[in-house]
């Protein structure tokens, strides 16, 4: 029997939407919803242009082991199982084609569309980004000129964030690890700011009941003071007329409607209201002072998880005074190594090669001042796409390039069947007949998982040791974990 705290249920009477005994029916429901979303970026590589709403691709249902799905209606890519398959087991995980994303989560994609103009070349800062749901929705969003920062504050989880986003594969992104204060040394530099703040979960309580024990009234207090710290300190890296995206998986009042009227009393912005579907369940929230709008996902009248989200356009803000550096820990590469490079990459795209240290790495050209820029201020884990090292005239090739959009389509691939690619996935000895040696892209379905190097008498599996599936597979044919 799921017990959830009085206090909470107490605390949510009266907010719009709260139904106590559908709230509390479906958390003793025991019902799981599964949710996936697609990297359109991979799919358009693999199989040309992404068509919306022509439901799950084959290859996935097949690898999903999927009678059939259902598309996620407030997202483009998004769909929900009919149960919860053993993705670690799936190589298509390991290759960035998929992400598993909570549905209501993926409502950013609304947010985002309704407020901004996406077509635009936009500075957008995920700031609380571990483990990359949101930054991965945000990398498929935004166009090949715009730059993501997706930063997170704890090493640990920054290191699980910089894994899925390489997995997803964009050029344009830049992974940091740094205190929301670190932004302050970017006044006016980002036109989105997307907060999805560090709360109290009281909106994954159906999906993890041990967290139920976890929860209490203190705790509320002290997210809410730390949301409104992490909010203080991101508000002047936007600029005027930019946009804020706040969310929490809270359903506490102090953590989400609260919030949005201290951010109106405190600082100049507008609440931005957005459309919803009748049929989607999500409920429109005002705040008690501002009547700032907010959106409230309840288990109960949505398919998906608790969640709140909010948005809010800054009014004031003063120009951009950050210069790039004269001098950077990055120098553009040679032009020997960057002819070494060139037959690795995909012909057209515009990519400046810049070197730190041994390591060459690709970014979008027309984007080489914000990545100084940010370089010089942020503590960067990475940047753009780790292309390798020049080892005499040739390239070392990173596991990065293999996952990336930016690699040629020309470099010799093996494919590998299911058993064979999670042998490798495993970083196991894996034995291909193929006539070509030297570096070799290792694919499953047509989806780049890594590399390999064939010898003349043994093969070398690349995958990088802290990446490989550790868990067996187990006997029995009923896994679900
Ligand atoms: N946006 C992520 C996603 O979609 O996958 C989930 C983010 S989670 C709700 C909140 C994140 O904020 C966590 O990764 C946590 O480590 C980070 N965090 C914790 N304390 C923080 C702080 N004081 N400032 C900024 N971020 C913090």
Redesign the pocket.
């Known amino acids: 029997m799921v017990q959830l705290p009085q206090q909470l249920l107490d605390s949510l009477t009266g907010v719009a939407g709260f139904s106590r005994e559908a709230f509390v029916q479906v958390h003793e429901s025991g019902e799981q919803v599964t949710s996936v979303r697609m990297n359109p970026g991979k799919w358009s590589m693999v199989n040309g242009e992404w068509s919306i709403g022509n439901g799950l691709p084959t290859i996935f249902q097949q690898s999903l082991n999927l009678p059939s799905s259902t598309k996620i209606p407030w997202s483009s890519y998004g769909y929900y199982l009919p149960e919860r398959p053993a993705f670690i087991f799936d190589p298509l995980i390991h290759a960035g084609a998929y992400y598993v994303?909570e549905a209501s989560?993926m409502f950013l994609e609304q947010a985002l569309m309704q407020t901004t103009a996406i077509d635009q070349p936009l500075r957008v800062l995920?700031?609380?980004?571990?483990?990359?749901?949101?930054?991965t929705l945000l990398q498929s969003l935004i166009s090949p000129d715009s730059l993501l920062v997706s930063n997170?504050?704890?090493k640990s989880?920054a290191a699980i964030l910089e894994e899925n986003s390489v997995k997803w594969g964009g050029a344009n992104v830049i992974v940091t690890n740094a205190?929301?204060a670190a932004f302050e040394r970017l006044p006016n530099f980002f036109d989105v700011i997307?907060i999805?703040?560090?709360?109290s979960g009281s909106g994954l309580f159906r999906r993890e009941q041990e967290a139920i024990g976890e929860w209490s009234e203190q705790n509320v207090t002290l997210c809410y003071q730390?949301q409104q710290?992490?909010l203080a300190a991101a508000l002047p890296a936007l600029k005027a007329g930019g946009v804020l995206i706040y969310s929490?998986?809270s359903y506490s009042k102090e953590e989400d409607e609260d919030i949005a009227d201290w951010l109106m009393d405190t600082f100049t912005v507008d609440s931005l209201p957005l459309q919803t579907e009748t049929s989607w369940g999500i409920v429109e929230t005002r705040s008690d002072k501002h009547q700032a709008y907010g959106y409230r996902f309840f288990p109960d009248k949505v398919k998906g998880e608790g969640f709140f989200i909010g948005c809010f356009r800054k009014q004031e803000g003063g120009g951009h005074s950050t210069r790039p550096p004269k001098k950077s820990l990055l120098q553009k590469a040679s032009r020997n190594e960057s002819a070494i490079v060139q037959p690795w990459l995909q012909a057209g795209l515009q990519l400046q090669l810049w070197k730190q240290k041994e390591e060459l790495l690709a970014f979008p050209q027309q984007l080489e001042k914000d990545l100084l820029t940010i370089v010089d201020n942020v503590y960067v884990r990475r940047a753009g796409i780790t292309v390798g090292k020049i080892a005499g005239n040739d390239l070392l090739p990173d596991h990065a390039l293999a996952l990336s959009t930016i690699i040629s389509a020309s470099i010799v691939a093996v494919t590998l069947k299911k058993e064979e690619a999670i042998q490798y996935l495993r970083r196991e000895e894996v034995s291909v007949s193929t006539p070509h040696k030297g570096w070799t892209l290792v694919q499953y379905e047509h989806y780049n998982i890594g590399w390999m190097k064939v010898l003349a008498n043994r093969i070398n599996n690349y995958y990088p040791q802290g990446w490989r599936i550790l868990k067996r597979i187990p006997d029995h044919s009923s896994e679900n974990s």
């Open positions: 994303q989560s995920d700031l609380c980004a571990a483990p990359g749901g949101k930054s997170e504050v704890i989880r205190d929301p997307v999805d703040a560090p709360c730390r710290r992490i929490t998986c």
